[in-house]
């Protein structure tokens, strides 16, 4: 049956190395993994200097999609499997499917948080620096079945964390890592969203923003606002000559601000832990 593939979920993305005006994008993407309804495909972005013909990796990402009926949108077909070299690729193709699966239901769980205006908040705190962008859903945004693209969505996110990140630090900044991006619902033509971010931590020399996306339905449709999107995006704090800066400590003053901080923390830590494991693991080899 004639399907589209949707973006369910894109996986924790590091920005390994930045790409510059000149440069050769070469992208690479692989089918890795299929469950009953949903594809794994592994992607890889590697930047060439035409010039000296340097080349290196500046991103890898893990994306997951559905495939939806053409006659019904609605409907999530049957993936046809793909055969594997090994056993333990579909072993550990399986594992990855199901933490993102767990993950994207616990994510789901606790996206009813709402930001609130706040009047005259004080400079390094959560109300000080939080930003929102409402936006229209177009034509020029949408597939040809009137939904929103993914990389739509994901570029609006990263310029409201973006701003968050600048008003918190007031200098130049770049974003670093995304924690995973959780397509919850499809976004329709007409609906009117609002991208939402908040500071949640602050290290020495990051800051994690939580980001979501709310979708109004604005034509014809009579159901309420709902949560499309969630993710959380890292940034650090550059000087003039590209060099990390000290970012300043974000101050919270509620118990909810202080319980996000806390678990930040422990994202940054698990974060800290895993890559430290994978630089001695390149090392031994």
């Known amino acids: 049956e004639p ?45 060439e200097n035409i010039l000296t013909g340097a080349k290196k990796v500046t991103n890898k ?6 495939p939806l009926s053409l006659k019904n949108v609605n409907k999530v ?23 993102q699966k767990l993950d994207r239901l616990e994510t789901k769980q606790r996206n009813g948080d709402v930001i609130l205006p706040v009047i005259n908040p004080e400079p390094h705190t959560v109300g000080y620096s939080q930003s929102s962008l409402i936006h229209l859903v177009g034509p020029s945004d949408c597939t040809l079945l009137g939904f929103v693209h ?17 008003r918190h630090c007031k200098t130049n900044i770049v974003t670093a890592s995304v924690d995973a991006i959780n397509f919850h619902e499809k976004i329709k033509k007409g609906c009117v969203i609002t991208v939402s971010g908040r500071m949640t931590f602050t290290s020495n020399k990051s800051m994690e923003i939580e980001v979501f996306v709310d979708a109004d339905p604005f034509v014809d449709e009579p159901r309420e606002r709902y949560r499309a999107v969630s993710a959380f995006f ?13 970012v300043p400590q974000l101050l919270t003053e509620t118990e909810d601000e202080k319980r996000r901080f806390e678990e930040g923390k422990g994202r940054y830590l698990q974060t800290k832990a895993k890559r430290q494991a994978q630089m001695q693991q390149a090392a031994q080899q």
């Open 3 to 47: 399907c589209v593939a949707a973006l369910a979920r894109v996986e924790r993305t590091d920005f390994l190395s930045p790409m510059c005006i000149g440069e050769v994008a070469n992208v690479s993407a692989e089918i890795t993994y299929t469950s009953r309804h949903s594809v794994e495909v592994q992607v890889n972005v590697m930047s």
């Open 77 to 99: 077909l049957e993936v046809p499997p793909i055969q594997y070299a090994r056993k333990e690729q579909e072993d550990e193709g399986k594992k990855r499917y199901e933490e």
């Open 150 to 166: 993914g990389g739509v969505t994901m570029k609006l996110m990263d310029e409201v964390a973006g701003i968050v990140a600048a």
């Open 234 to 246: 890292t940034y650090v704090s550059l000087s003039k000559e590209g060099k990390p800066l000290p």
């Open 61 to 66: 990402a893990t994306l997951w999609y559905v």
